[in-house]
């Protein structure tokens, strides 16, 4: 007989939680996709702490079973960043959209890449800004016609899967939320390599985006599963691979371990193992330190 603690957790939320996305929209099966990860790796809620900024995206954390931070537009890496360095025992996961991550955020994600906390970031790349009513992205092609680009977009868009590489970010991968059995793959992997992970996920934003759908994304995608011709931990080959354009290469683009992790160079758990938040603090001490800055 399975007892109750044994059972696999579903992460769902109480039905009284309603979802506010749109029919068809992309986030769906990146909600049901990461669900599936997290009973895979046999998680628990208390175990793993979501954070997002603001967006369509970013309502995530909200409709799954887990401690989550809902903060700031662009601020959540950083925010992941702290929860993971206060408690490294934390499954900590990114979840928000392109706007939120490489705009808003765009130098927050830099620098984390920078820092490499073990941290998987998950965006939602829809290619386009669906909570505010549809302007452009960083990451909206050329000649897109918007709202407020009433002439198409101008700007050339960010490549994010390049940036992380040159940044020499541990892992980078590209995931189609259109193809849950190979992005749940994906994300497992991301969740277990140590350091900065980043999974950009190509999804539609069925009200705001008519050009990029379910379909454009299977016709201008391939996977690399056989056509892997490269060593990922190579640098030069694997930004290589990211700069493609014609057709975008999904799966694990680069992957190494090379690099130390922020929670271990910071040197605040080499003589005291126990995480900084059940540590008591000393009050004379911070007193004294205060009182030395006046």
């Known amino acids: ?62 409709y799954l079973k ?22 490294p025992a934390q499954t900590v996961i990114v979840t928000s959209g392109d706007g939120d991550v490489y705009g808003e955020g765009g130098n927050h994600f830099i620098h984390t890449i920078r820092r490499n906390p073990n ?16 302007q452009a992205a960083p990451t909206t092609q050329e000649g897109f016609v918007t709202p407020t680009q009433p002439q198409g977009v101008i700007d ?30 994906i994300i497992k992997q991301a969740i277990e390599h140590k350091g900065f992970s980043l999974v950009d996920i190509f999804q539609p934003c069925v009200v705001f985006n008519k050009v990029n759908t379910y379909e454009w994304f299977k016709e201008h995608t391939y996977y690399m599963d056989e056509e892997y011709d490269y060593d990922v931990s190579d640098k030069v080959a694997a930004f290589a691979k990211a700069a493609e354009e014609e057709k975008f290469p999904l799966g694990v683009i680069y992957a190494h371990n090379r690099r130390t992790v922020f929670e271990e160079a910071v040197g ?5 193992k126990r995480p900084l938040y059940a540590r008591d603090i000393n009050c004379s001490v911070r007193s004294a330190l205060l009182s030395s800055q006046k």
């Open 1 to 62: 007989m399975i007892t109750a603690s044994q059972q696999k957790e579903n992460f769902n939320v109480s039905p009284e939680v309603e979802n506010q996305w749109c029919p068809g929209c992309g986030n769906f099966p990146i909600l049901q996709t990461l669900k599936k990860v997290l009973q895979d790796l046999d998680l628990q809620s208390k175990d793993i702490t979501l954070v997002s900024g603001i967006g369509q995206a970013a309502k995530l954390p909200q």
């Open 66 to 87: 887990s401690n989550y931070f809902n903060g700031l537009h662009g601020r959540a890496l950083p925010v992941a960043t702290g929860i993971k360095a206060a408690n």
């Open 119 to 134: 941290i998987t970031v998950i965006v939602h790349d829809n290619m386009i800004y669906g909570l505010t009513k549809g």
């Open 156 to 185: 050339e868009p960010i490549n994010p899967v390049a940036l992380a590489i040159s940044l020499d970010a541990p892992f980078v991968a590209r995931a189609n939320a259109g193809d849950p059995k190979e992005t749940q793959d």
């Open 268 to 272: 605040v758990y080499d003589a005291d």
